[in-house]
């Protein structure tokens, strides 16, 4: 299992930072590492649009299921009703979360390889790539990507704050006032999803901002350019999907 993920996630993406640190970057890790992050994210740009898709068509739905849950009090024909809801959107529940696992190992090889520290390993590297005679490890004349951060990391918390609350989907004045008003009690699912939503938006910060301050500076940096990058990504993918007559 280690040589598979080696040889398939870890080992090309290190490669390739290595390619950059030489042959583009001229021996600055600190740009190679944010061109290494951005080519990864717009490679897993499909997978993410097909995950924001299915987080609006999710969105979209809740009022149907809520109202089918209320008109088949019966669990088999409840469960036959949202299952043609499903099939009348053209996706389903765990279609969001298989996109999410897909590209859970190219993330973390990403993160890994930056984990891993800044130095060149001669047996990870292929032959036909050619090895740095210099690393320039100071990022801006200000920054050791070597050492802690706890700037960047700071700045990684905070963006990775402004991502998660991006991500959350914007309540309608309908559901404000709703949201108000006496209803039944909550379901474990929604309970356990409105827990969820509240973990991602104010405790992965904070964990994101002590993880990234604590290992490196390279790290941090990883986190704060990937979480630019989603933030303005999902923005323009969820713009385009919600002005779509067809989701």
């Known amino acids: 299992m280690q040589a598979l993920w080696n ?7 290190y490669n390739a930072l290595i390619f950059i640190i030489d042959n583009i970057t001229f021996g600055d890790v600190g740009f190679a590492i944010i061109l290494v992050t951005i080519i990864v994210k717009l490679a897993l740009s499909p997978l993410t649009k097909k995950s924001i898709r299915s987080q609006i068509l999710m969105k979209k739905m809740e009022p149907e299921i809520k109202q089918i849950k209320k008109d088949f009090p019966n669990k088999e024909e409840q469960a036959k009703q949202t299952f043609a809801l499903y099939k009348k959107y053209g996706t389903n529940p765990f279609s969001g979360c298989l996109v999410i696992l897909i590209q859970l190992p190219v993330i973390f090889a990403l993160y890994y ?29 200000l920054l050791e990507m070597g050492e802690k951060s706890l700037v960047l990391g700071i700045l990684a918390g905070v963006t990775q704050f402004l991502q998660g609350y991006l991500a959350m989907p914007v309540k309608s004045k309908v559901e404000i006032v709703k949201s108000i008003e006496p209803e039944a009690p909550k379901t474990f699912q929604e309970q356990l999803s409105d827990s969820m939503q509240m973990n991602v938006r104010y405790i992965l910060p904070v964990f994101v901002a002590f993880i990234a301050w604590k290992i490196s500076a390279a790290v941090a940096l990883y986190w704060i350019v990937s979480n630019i990058f989603t933030i303005v990504q999902e923005w323009y993918i969820r713009r385009k999907l919600t002005n779509s007559p067809i989701v």
């Open 7 to 13: 040889s398939v996630f870890y080992q090309p993406i």
């Open 113 to 141: 390889v930056f984990y891993k520290g800044i130095s060149v390993d001669d047996s990870l590297i292929y032959s036909f790539i050619q090895i740095p005679t210099t690393l320039h490890t100071n990022f801006l004349g």
